[in-house]
């Protein structure tokens, strides 16, 4: 099975280097974007089988990001989960309805999130 791979787009450090950490030591192959631009740069390249997506960046927020990699049929089996501190229903609801397959508020458990990851990637390889 070959070595999955996760874009993590966020423009906090401290969270791009916990998460980087974490799917690196889950041996996840792992690409970072700081910000929405080097998100859509990173995406002209390269299909990662699942993007964790912060919603609130300064340039291109999550929410586009999100509606670009749905609007394309090559990352027809990328999976996106949301990471974001935005926790009004309102915006989990949009996040879903743009194609998200997920949706954490942060602060959350690195465990589930891995579970997460692990269920949604298990699962791109039966489609």
Request: aromatic share 6%; net charge negative; proline share 3%.
């Amino acid at each position: 099975m070959s070595t999955k791979s996760i874009l993590i787009v966020d423009d906090e450090p401290n969270i791009v280097l916990s998460l980087d950490y974490l799917l690196r030591k889950n041996g996840f192959n792992v690409l970072i974007a700081r910000n929405g631009t080097e998100a859509m740069q990173t995406l002209s390249t390269e299909t990662p089988d699942l993007v964790l997506l912060d919603i609130m960046m300064p340039d291109v927020d999550g929410f586009a990001i999100c509606e670009h990699i749905r609007s394309m049929d090559r990352f027809d089996h990328t999976r996106v989960i949301f990471l974001s501190a935005k926790s009004k229903k309102s915006d989990v609801e949009k996040g879903l309805s743009l194609g998200a397959d997920h949706y954490f508020i942060k602060p959350f458990s690195s465990k589930e999130l891995l579970a997460k990851i692990r269920e949604l990637l298990d699962e791109s390889l039966e489609k």
